[in-house]
């Protein structure tokens, strides 16, 4: 459904997306998890027609996106990282918007809002204004947007910055839904939890590259089972064994402080990167 070859996009000295190369199948949930700066927003930019391509080849559901703009940007769902939607306008409107810009007609608009509406559970805010949505449901409205042309992908950049973790939890089942109902997902997060918890594949960006890309599992296994973490004068240390026995018995072997826990996903973007994102 994407296909990335050698893709780059530079800002005068700055190389936002350096080199990638990436393949997402119809139906996938895939996300690209790195820290701020590391060059998601530029690449769903890319992907989604915002953002011209720097070098390299981008196919969007077999369209070539600079080839066949039109046909590759009708294949795309966005979800932006920063709310745009109008806040004088009400929920309804917002999506009529949408319609008419995707050239849809008065009858498949109104089905369309309505069935979307229910799908999100905003049906009995449609006649709210959106200045008066709380920022969840906001997101909610936003991912109904997205869906309004029928797209093949939905992109999602963030989708869940900013909201308290019951919320974020909610986008998280609303997310797994699109995507059972057949919709490729591409989302990027910072949140270590969020591509752990939704994505089947993640890819680590690291300074506008790929350093790793793999299940969330085979990423911790890659390190091992179990850490145990030990302060190291001022700095904590952090050794990997594969099984709790071995980690335990150096645990027991250690005079000072240690703990011992289940590797996590932070732990492989750690020692690939050497940065942390948050948890
Ligand atoms: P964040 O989580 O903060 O959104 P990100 O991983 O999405 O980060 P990008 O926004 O893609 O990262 O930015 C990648 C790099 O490109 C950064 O160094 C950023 O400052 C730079 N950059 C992005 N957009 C522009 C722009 N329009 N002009 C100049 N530099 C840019």
């Known amino acids: 459904m994407i296909h990335i070859n050698q ?27 790195g820290p701020n700066g590391a060059g998601k927003t530029t690449t769903i930019r890319i992907l989604t027609g915002l953002t011209r391509i720097g070098y390299g080849e981008v196919r969007i559901g077999g369209h070539d996106i600079i080839k066949a703009p039109r046909e590759a940007k009708r294949q795309c769902g966005l979800v932006p990282q920063h709310i745009n939607l109008d806040s004088e ?12 810009l995707f050239g849809m007609d008065s009858g498949q608009r109104r089905r369309k809002i309505e069935e979307l509406l229910a799908y999100v559970e905003l049906l009995d805010r449609i006649d709210t ?20 042309h ?40 910072h949140y270590i939890e969020e591509a752990e ?3 089947a594949r993640v890819a680590f960006l690291d300074q506008g590259k790929i350093v790793a890309l793999d299940s969330p599992q085979a990423l911790m296994d ?3 089972k179990w850490a145990v973490d030990q302060m190291n004068g001022e700095a904590m ?17 250690q005079n000072c402080g240690v703990s011992l826990r289940r590797v996590n996903l932070q732990d492989a ?8 994102v948050l948890s």
Do not use: C
């Open 129 to 148: 204004l959106v200045k008066q949505l709380s920022g969840g449901l906001k997101r909610r409205l936003m991912i109904a947007r997205a869906l309004m």
């Open 269 to 276: 973007f750690l020692s690939l990167t050497g940065k942390k």
């Open 89 to 100: 306008l009400s929920v309804r409107e917002n999506l009529e918007i949408h319609g008419r």
């Open 237 to 253: 240390q952090t050794q990997y064994f594969a099984s709790r026995e071995e980690a335990a018995k150096f645990a027991a072997s």
């Open 150 to 189: 029928e797209p093949k992908v939905l992109f999602l950049d963030e989708p869940t910055v900013g909201l308290d973790p019951a919320i974020r939890r909610r986008i998280w089942s609303l997310i797994k839904r699109v995507q059972q109902d057949g919709t490729t997902i591409f989302l990027t997060t």
């Open 7 to 33: 893709l780059q996009k530079s800002y005068g000295k700055v190389k936002a997306v350096n080199g990638i190369d990436l393949r997402v199948e119809a139906g996938e949930l895939f996300a690209f998890l």
């Open 222 to 224: 890659s390190l091992g």
């Open 197 to 199: 918890f939704l994505a």
